[in-house]
């Protein structure tokens, strides 16, 4: 997409809250605010936003900060309205201590901001899209909450009565859950330490279990939206469900990313430049989606066993590798709608039906 002073007359920036949005209207050719307004974060709010946009004549586009949390209403709102959208991270800020605030300046920041900007990118779309990230969302916390409970099962049969460890001493954590799960605690002593240790375990257990089932449900709902709109990821090595889905929740649709170089830098798999004279080196890049990145990963490692040429085994008097510019995991960071895997086995392209 080519800079907005050459697409639009008027550039519309968009400070996005909970309950408001702010907006401040630009010339693109000035930088002029022409004007300035706030309006309720609900379908009639956003109707008066398009209002006021009408009053100024000329083809325009929506800078808009957080489309994909508080301004997802107001970009689907755009969307449907034929409206160009542009994503926006949050607008830089002045570093001095004093520096100026307000949701008027933010509006006018992210306007300005997105005049400034020579590569602009796309908001991510599509009811697929949107389904998949609700599904990882709810199944990343059951998982996490389930880890957690593990973690305070293990904690508290360490520090239980003698009588209650006995029981799950020498178990693996799975076999810890199905004994605290058969724990009754009605039988037990009238000691009330006793009993207590049994009622908590056992309920540990069961939330474990519960949240394990609703992971569960979430990968098999994320299975079947795979399956309906991009089944052939799922016949690549070292892709399976979760892998593919959040691949496909970052890159959303055909043209968001412009090649694989930038879906690379999303990714964070992109090596930096850090050469200075004669030396060249790279470093690693801390930045970019971190869950694709950690997709990526999962697709390496899964793929390095069956390479021709096994990777060595490091040992601690090998000496350590330096970095080169394109490692394992920059060379997996190909975007759907370009990959090509080693296997053959990409039947389409990633905007076919």
Same mark, same amino acid.
């Given at each position: ?30 930088? $002029? ?58 607008? +830089?800020?002045?570093?001095? *201590?004093?520096?100026? +605030? ?19 990118? &796309?908001? +991510? ?7 998949? &990230?609700? *599904? ?14 593990? *973690? &305070? ?29 058969? @724990? *009754? ?24 279990? $519960? ?38 929740? $970052? ?26 004279? +004669?030396?060249?080196?790279?470093? @690693? ?62 039947? &389409?392209? @990633?905007?076919?039906?």
């Amino acid at each position: 997409m080519s800079m907005l002073t050459e697409l639009v007359e008027v550039v519309i920036g968009v400070d996005t809250h909970k309950h408001t949005h702010t907006a401040a209207i630009l010339d693109a050719r000035t930088g $002029a605010v022409l004007d300035r307004v706030t309006v309720t974060a609900d379908p009639d709010g956003y109707g008066d936003l398009l209002g006021v946009a009408e009053r100024h004549s000329g083809l325009r586009a929506w800078a808009v900060e957080g489309t994909g949390g508080y301004g997802a209403g107001l970009h689907r709102h755009l969307a449907g309205a034929g409206e160009l959208v542009v994503e926006l991270d949050r607008p +830089k800020r002045p570093a001095r *201590r004093a520096g100026a +605030k307000s949701d008027p300046i933010d509006a006018e920041r992210a306007a300005r901001d997105a005049l400034a900007r020579t590569r602009l990118a &796309q908001p +991510k779309t599509g009811p697929q899209r949107a389904a998949l &990230q609700m *599904r990882l969302t709810a199944r990343r916390a059951a998982v996490e909450a389930a880890t957690t409970a593990q *973690r &305070q099962l293990h904690a508290m049969v360490i520090t239980a009565p003698e009588t209650v460890r006995a029981r799950f001493r020498g178990q693996s954590t799975r076999t810890m859950i199905t004994t605290a799960v058969r @724990l *009754r605690p009605a039988t037990a002593s009238g000691n009330i330490e006793i009993t207590t240790a049994l009622t908590v375990l056992r309920d540990l257990a069961r939330r474990v279990r $519960a949240l394990e089932t609703e992971a569960a449900a979430h990968e098999a709902a994320i299975r079947a939206i795979v399956r309906s709109w991009r089944p052939d990821l799922l016949t690549l090595t070292g892709v399976g469900p979760i892998v593919a889905a959040t691949v496909l929740t $970052a890159w959303s649709h055909p043209g968001r990313c412009r090649d694989d170089a930038a879906f690379a830098m999303l990714a964070g798999v992109a090596p930096i430049p850090a050469s200075s004279g +004669k030396t060249v080196r790279y470093r @690693l890049n801390r930045s970019g989606d971190r869950q694709l990145n950690r997709a990526l990963h999962t697709i390496t490692l899964s793929r390095l066993p069956t390479t021709n040429a096994p990777a060595p085994t490091p040992t601690a008097a090998a000496p350590r590798a330096k970095p080169t510019a394109r490692s394992n995991a920059a060379s997996s960071a190909t975007s759907p709608e370009s990959s090509t895997d080693a296997s053959k086995h990409h039947p &389409q392209p @990633l905007d076919a039906p």
